[in-house]
């Protein structure tokens, strides 16, 4: 193998590490739609979402104008443990696929939470705690997102409180005790502890939980307790705020070695990973700067972007939460259950659906066996076993660089590998033993839930 | 927090990496005793081993005299993936302790075979590719060894052939899972597939096997197949040897800060992580450049440094192996059903039991529920989840931090952090649940399994 002038990683020094976050609004002519209130329809003010979310959380959700925002000295510690993320140039999937095409991935997986998420939950821990409160309450899926938390609450010494999908609770014991090792209390959703637990479990005796039945229940116990609010992992404008580290470091490690990326590719769920890794090339593209082809990938089984509505629509299948215009396919919608990994949320980032709608990126929908097939390809020239999520952009990744091999372009493409699959191994099972199938929702389901969208869109 | 002279986690740069392994068997004046063959009981030949292992490893592992053997590019390339691993500050620990130590660990866990073993995997498999072989076969217990083992054989496009011990097949299907994804395939041991499997089998049918077991199984379908060749990820002196990378790099990482360290810690199971982490340490104290605190860390459960014998005995339980001096429980010691985790293995690397015997390192018996408080501990300020054969060396290592903390001595302390506890969370429940308990082995069941030890001993 040649000598390779670029590193197989690129880490940058702790000293190159971002100071600010940085905040793709600003640089939006057109802003996202605010958030409504699902009573009034007006738009939602700084002072009602004071209740839910921790104060200074709320002024980076609301703020559409300020470019950067200094990164605390105490988040940008907690980094240093786990960032700067390496960079990688894909030498040996290069190779195996016999492309011109050069291919980098910027790693997230590197941490106990094993994904991209906690950057985020740190950053909430953080003002959570400087606002002086006990605690922070949150629902969790797989559990992903409510082990990033975990870990970034005990660092502070915050109380977590985890509302977990009961099915997922049941099914998936190691991402529990993976919070439990971190102190986190983690209930099965939906439960006894809360109004709306206990009216759902009336009402039908043996479901075994949603995410929007765990939502509901984490925002109920969060207004109802002294000293907490809710926190929440992806979709929101302050999320992709705090994500944006990964797409800073991504391009201040390219630009370090002087590599211009012709297009960003990235999984697509409520948008956190995306966002935050899209973000600065995004800024750099609406500025008139630099253009990016810029690739959101998400399942065909749950495809928000290439098939749903840009309405407004409830975040929660409870309909407690404000409305938000985004890419939707209902508040209803759930995945088939044979949909492996995240990537499962019926919204997008209003942020993200915004550009979407201008134009400025497109999307792909890719099926689960095709995922799964990139992943282990991937896996065995590249070592890392990627989560299913991450899966995703790999998958889109490989099929640029196919196309660059049948062109002879040398072009470069740079993807978000947000995670790793160490909890996903029954979905790798599946895959192996020939047991997994695709689903896509036909026209028919898919109107049947957008048919409920809620009348403000008239 | 006060601004820090040293980062938190020291990388080393690609052109900084060893392009050499160290062998500390050239530094020491009484060589390690050969291999004796338990028939003749005569130093194993040359040719008797080449058999068995695959040439180039077999030199490696006779060679008491070439003190620096250089890495294959192929071999560097691929450590390129996932090295140099990070020399972490312990910061957040230290604080947490607030001890005026000053603590260091090597963090090997950031593939994903989730371990150190990958070192010496990638390496076997290179050579065992560069002599044209079809493929290798190996056993595994809980499969941190065959997941290393697989993903270098998948990297080479080699066959891998692993018996997985029965139980742990059946218990532990997610790791079973990620030797798949790499295209291994896996066997449940005993099998039908080897006489050896087929007569334990038959004397005992409802077996769940043992590593002893696997390796008999192992070992028989390299010498029975056409193009195979059996290959140990621990004890032997090659397995130090490729491990040595750990300790060049750890040495490499201090010397670039002027960190002169106090004490070196590790977990000791078979001694390659121990072995690895310590060699080009203990080579300047055997040179007497400089002196070092060396300390072992075992299992209360399976104390083979602490309370075993000095002595020639049997690698594996089939006794089909040859005959090694090394401190041992005896061969037929199991260690108790509730010991977590690996470093259950009845014998010690001949290189580290000279070393022992000869009065240059220290050892020390934990017992785990000690251990998992440790790792608890340690994973709530540093994140990162321990494997719990890692969370030995974290266990004394705190011990030692806190003995500065009364004596107020400003000691620098590294350890090596081996791996990640994702595979082990049905151990940390346990835990959790107060359901874990100690074993230490009665003197009268450690006479009775050395009582047995091969005849050469006299």
């Keep these: 193998m040649a000598k390779k002038e670029i590193p197989y990683k690129i880490y940058l020094e702790e ?61 940008r510690n907690f980094y240093k443990m786990y960032r700067p993320s390496p960079l990688v140039r894909a030498y040996c999937l290069e190779e195996r696929l016999d492309t011109p095409a050069k291919i980098y991935y910027k790693f997230e997986g590197n941490n106990t939470s094993g994904s991209h998420k906690l950057n985020s939950a740190i950053a909430q821990a953080y003002y959570a705690k400087k606002q002086g ?25 915050l109380d977590c409180k985890v509302y977990m999908v009961k099915v997922s609770y049941e099914q998936k014991p190691f991402r529990r005790e993976v919070m439990r090792t971190y102190g986190a209390s983690v209930t099965p959703s939906p439960s006894m502890e809360t ?18 039945c765990a939502i509901s229940e984490a925002v109920e116990k969060a207004v109802s307790s002294e000293g907490y609010r809710y926190v929440l992992g992806s979709v929101l404008n302050q999320v992709l705020l705090h994500q944006s580290v990964i797409g800073l470091e991504t391009k201040a490690a ?41 690739i959101a990938v998400e399942p065909a089984s749950c495809p928000s972007f290439t098939r749903g509505r840009y ?20 508040s209803g919608f759930i995945p088939a259950p044979n949909h492996a990994g ?27 066996t095709k995922v799964f097939e990139a992943a282990e390809q991937f896996a065995r020239v590249e070592g890392i076993l990627p989560a ?12 640029e660089a196919m196309k660059c091999k049948e062109t002879g372009e040398e072009k470069t493409i740079v993807f978000g590998l947000t995670g790793t699959g160490y909890f996903d191994l029954v979905a790798y099972e599946r895959f192996h033993d020939g047991k997994m199938d695709d689903y896509i929702p036909t026209d028919e389901e898919l109107e049947k839930s957008l048919s409920k969208l809620p009348k403000v869109n008239g």
């Design 15 to 75: 000293s190159e590490m971002p100071k600010e976050w940085y905040n793709v609004r600003a640089d939006m002519k057109e802003k996202p739609a605010p958030l409504l209130n699902p009573g009034t329809l007006a738009p939602m003010k700084r002072e009602e979402l004071m209740g839910v979310f921790c104060e200074e959380l709320v002024d980076q959700e609301l703020d559409n104008d300020t470019r950067f925002i200094p990164i605390p000295d105490e988040i």
């Design 133 to 157: 409160l006990k605690g922070v309450t949150t629902e969790t899926g797989a559990g992903q997102w409510g082990t990033a938390l975990s870990m970034a609450c005990a660092y502070f010494q």
């Design 195 to 212: 109004e709306v637990g206990r009216r759902i479990l009336a009402e039908f005796p043996g479901t075994t939980g949603s995410l929007g």
């Design 254 to 294: 390219l630009d370090k070695y002087g590599v211009k990326a012709d297009m960003i590719i990235g999984c697509a769920g409520g948008g956190s990973n995306l966002g935050g890794l899209i973000g600065p090339f995004m800024g750099e593209k609406l500025r008139g700067e630099a253009d990016y082809r810029i």
């Design 311 to 330: 309405a407004y629509d409830f975040c929660d299948t409870g309909m407690v939460c404000p409305l938000s215009k985004m890419y939707t396919l209902g």
């Design 342 to 368: 995240g990537l499962r949320y019926h919204g997008m980032s209003p942020v993200l659906s915004k550009l979407y709608d201008d134009g400025l990126m497109e999307a792909r929908a890719v099926e689960q």
């Design 388 to 399: 299913p999520e991450s899966a995703h952009a790999i998958k889109v990744a490989i099929d």
